[in-house]
T-cell receptor, first 109, second 115 residues
């Protein structure tokens, strides 16, 4: 079956690091996206991985292991504005996204 | 505006009525996707358009749901005989080419409430 799992909620302190894990079992795989969604707003693109390894983009990094069906999003130097839901999504060849339920990150002062 | 727009932003309707939701993608984007997000749940794929054709309608939950796209631009999602379980936020996204590598740009969504 198709399954994308990520933790429901994570809490971290401002300035700290948080790692959001995502595991997937899907019938097709053409890459994995991470999106950020603030409450009441549209999701916005954070990262895309299709090859194994780490992609770094400023304070955010994303890792992929295709053999393990595993990805993580690393948020460094957390800021209050990083409080949001983080969505892991696997894409098929058409670009159709299959999403996990999202991880709510709460940043505390 | 340069982004994806959707209308209406909010829609309250009575059970059994039909509703139409509209999406204006980013100009020049050939691919258009509809998703819905129910309370506390992840985004669920509904349908994908490449130009005016819909190669993948696999996510439409029932035959009460239909969608069309005209002129390779605007898309309308129609829900007939709405039910309470249709209450959700309906999100539209577009991408340049509809490839796996293409970033999707999301609109602000239409919040549908069926009473």
């Amino acid at each position: 079956g198709q399954n994308i799992d990520q933790p429901t909620e994570m809490t971290a302190t401002e300035g700290a690091i948080v790692q959001i894990n995502c595991t997937y079992q899907t019938s097709g795989f053409n890459g994995l996206f991470w999106y950020q969604q603030h409450a009441g707003e549209a999701p916005t693109f954070l990262s895309y991985n299709v090859l194994d390894g780490l992609e770094e983009k400023g304070r955010f990094s994303s890792f992929l292991s295709r053999s393990k069906g595993y990805s993580y999003l690393l948020l460094k130097e957390l800021q209050m504005k990083d409080s949001a839901s983080y969505l892991c999504a696997v894409t098929d060849s058409w670009g159709k996204l299959q999403f996990g339920a999202g991880t709510q990150v709460v940043v505390t002062p | 505006g340069a982004g994806v727009s959707q209308s209406p932003s909010n829609k309250v309707t009575e059970k059994g009525k039909d509703v139409e939701l509209r999406c204006d993608p980013i100009s020049g984007h050939t691919a258009l996707y509809w998703y819905r997000q129910s309370l506390g749940q992840g985004l669920e794929f509904l349908i994908y358009f490449q130009g005016n054709s819909a190669p993948d309608k696999s996510g439409l939950p029932s035959d009460r749901f239909s969608a069309e796209r005209t002129g390779g631009s605007v898309s309308t999602l129609t829900i007939q005989r709405t039910q309470q379980e249709d209450s959700a936020v309906y999100l539209c996204a577009s991408s340049q080419m509809g490839l796996a590598t293409s970033e999707q740009y999301f609109g602000p969504g239409t919040r549908l409430t069926v009473t």
